[in-house]
């Protein structure tokens, strides 16, 4: 059974840079995309990127100025660093596992989901 | 790429049908297959119940049926049952290995 767990802070200051660690289970991080989703407070799903094992990488445009997503094949670990924190950044962060289609191995849709880790930005 | 947009909310009494769409544009919804659905609970993961437009994830009941048309998606739910009363959101690939989501629709069983 494939399973993700997120770990990392619940409370970061603001203007610090967010750090957090998904770490999978029941399946090898060299297959697949890896990604990170958040939810802030009764709002709705927001992408934020997708790793493959390779280090190929896409962030979502309003975040990747801001975002770095990292994978670490050898602890079957992938990790995401969010910088110049704010209180919008405040949310519960999951991290997934993404189906790709294609040869050019294009993101399809997101299987298993860690149970997410909630993150508040304040001072 | 903008959100895809989905109702704040939609009811129905339990038997009843409902219909939750999701419109895209031609870069994203109306261009590939990659729509999926999800349901979450609160203070729950979401849960992959559609994918591949119109493909129920393995344990989903057939009440749930998934489906396209040019650039709006919609998952119906038929026989509508008071543990379907969650939040729905679609996603769908938008090219460039772009991912996006849907502001999210909120089913009440009444």
């Known amino acids: 059974q494939v399973q993700l767990q997120e770990s990392g802070p619940g409370l970061v200051k603001p203007s610090e840079t967010l750090p957090l660690m998904c770490t999978v289970s029941?399946?090898?991080?060299?297959?697949?995309?890896w990604g990170w989703i958040r939810q802030s407070p009764g709002k709705g799903l927001e992408w934020i990127g997708n790793i493959y094992h390779n280090g190929n990488i896409k962030y979502s445009p309003s975040l990747q100025s801001r975002v770095t997503i990292l994978v670490d094949p050898s602890k079957n670990q992938f990790s995401l660093r969010l910088t110049s924190v704010t209180a919008a950044d405040t949310a519960v962060y999951y991290c997934a596992r993404c189906h790709y289609f294609g040869q050019r191995l294009e993101p399809d849709y997101f299987d298993y989901w860690g149970q997410g880790i909630m993150v508040t930005v304040s001072s | 790429q903008s959100a895809l947009t989905q109702p704040r909310s939609v009811s129905g009494s339990p038997g009843q049908s409902v219909t939750i769409s999701c419109t895209g544009t031609?870069?994203?919804?109306?261009?590939?297959?990659?729509v999926s659905w999800y349901q979450q609970y609160p203070g729950k993961a979401p849960k992959l119940i559609i994918y591949?437009?119109?493909l129920r994830t393995s344990g989903v009941p057939d009440r749930f049926s998934g489906s396209k048309s040019d650039n709006t998606a919609s998952l119906t739910i038929s026989g509508l049952q008071s543990e379907d009363e969650a939040d729905y959101y679609c996603c769908s690939y938008a090219g460039s290995y772009i991912v996006v989501f849907g502001g999210g629709t909120k089913v009440t069983v009444l």
């Open positions: 031609s870069g994203d919804v109306g261009a590939y297959n990659s």
């Open positions: 029941g399946d090898s991080i060299r297959v697949y995309y």
């Open positions: 591949d437009v119109a």
